[in-house]
């Protein structure tokens, strides 16, 4: 029955040193491993809570950069067909323009040219009229020189004036 | 408590093994039985046999004339012993600390001389006596009505300093290393460690305490290692290993007492009520009331036998094994009872750690049990 009976002495050693033990180990073990165990596991734990994040963030912003990328094709190709039909319409323009400013060159020319030939004309008349003047002085010069010749003359203008 | 069952099976389980064993040694020590049975002290024989015993020089049995006792050789190793036997005929002297009616006596278990001496101290004449210290009476007889307290330093006692010393040092180094390493990933033997602490609260405290497990992790680490390295060094054939620490009531007891008195400390009034007002009929409680009470007490006391027939069955058994070669005194069986001492430490690596385990699993589930909240 020796084996079943505590002894007094290793009761009280075991007592004492296991109290002991378990005070230092707790001031000395337990608490920086325990600590550092659950600090460490707690940033684990948030690291990957962050990944988790950032991936959902990526694909966010992924998914946000196909969407402007697709509105900014479509925007180009709205401005392009803007662009396009600005041009067109431009060019157009320019045209009828050029058609209406050579049309009114067109007519300022064909003003122009009438009135140069009016004026051209008038003065052609006034020529012919002095000059006339002049031939019918010389005419009437080389056929009056004599007195009967005179008389002659005013009576035929004194018989047309009766005739009338 | 479907587990305690298990386990209290299990204990069966060995303690058969350990009766039948016994049984076997005693029909052995039958058939080799000598015609004197007397008190024999601890001589040179006996000694070497235990030596032996203890698997270092197997081959050198069979010189001494005197008939081999495997059971003393056995018993005198589970138990313990004033000196720490090193090799051959050196022993290490401990301390004899004796608490008497007279005053406090201090002096080396080295005047003994194996038993073969008395010492004559301030206050008595001692004389060691199957390794028991007794007063010596005038007439040179034992004196029975002088009652000493012994409270020496034994070969158990100086074994768990020993493993205390290991523990400490282990532990602390570990959390230095955790200082010195902030944030960063285990190394060394910190990684070797750290799962088993972290077992311990993941596995044990934590599924059977709950949310208030925090509190209870020293108590249940230091129980967990103290029981484990204890147990791992008594499998350590040769100094300063070989003490049979867990396997001795004495420590166990201490054990499962520092559990009994957790638990009831932090019993809270649920688990005061399910003792004094369980919920059953009212005039049940003449029998239920007693019943509970035991349970306070027989939980540990389980834990307390757990332990030290695990481990004190798995030192008989290769012991026992060893024993063979020196019973059929012959180096023909050796070969066999080496083969099966070695599957024997295997299995007590095994025991070693799954009675740390089962110790602290149990004292985590009765701390959960006193402790939880019912709603």
Known sequence: MELVTPSIGLVFWTALAFICLLILLRKFAWKPILGAIHEREQSIDEALNKAELAKQEMARLTSQNQDLMQQARAERDEILKEAKTLKDSILNEAKKQAQVEGAKLIEKAKIEIENQKKAALAEVKDQVSTLSLEIAERVLRTQLDDKTKQEALVANLLKDVELN | MDCNRVFVSKVKRLTIVFTLLIAFLSIKIDTFAQ??????????????????????????????????????????????????????HTSLPLPVILYTPAGLE????????????????????????????????????????????????????????????VILIVFISVAGAYKKRVGKAPKGLQSLIEPIIVFVRDDIAKPNIGHKYAKFMPYLLTVFFFIWFNNLLGLVPIFPGGANVTGNIALTFVMAFGTMIIVNINGNKYYWKHIFRPDVPWWLYP????????????????????????????????LSLISLIFIFETLAIAPVSVAFVLFMDVLELLVAFLQAFIFTLLTALFIGMAVEEHH
């Open chain 2, 287 to 318: 029998i239920m009331i007693p019943v509970e009470l035991i349970g306070i007490i027989s939980k540990p006391f389980a834990l307390m036998i757990r332990l030290f027939a695990n481990i004190t069955a798995g030192h008989i058994i290769v």
């Open chain 2, 35 to 88: 015609v004197d049975s007397a008190v024999v002290p601890v001589d040179s024989t006996v000694a070497e046999s235990a030596h032996a015993a203890s698997g270092e020089h197997g081959a050198e049995a069979g010189h001494g004339k005197e008939k081999f006792e495997p059971t003393k050789v056995i018993m005198e190793h589970i138990a313990d012993s004033h000196m720490w036997h090193l090799w051959g």
């Open chain 2, 106 to 165: 201090v002096f080396s278990s080295a005047h003994f001389y194996h038993g073969e001496e008395d010492y004559k101290g301030t206050y008595n004449t001692y004389r060691l006596v199957e390794d028991h210290v007794k007063v010596v009476g005038t007439n040179g007889q034992v004196d029975e009505t002088v009652s000493v307290l012994d409270f020496s330093i034994t070969k158990n006692v100086a074994a768990m300093f020993v493993a205390i010393l």
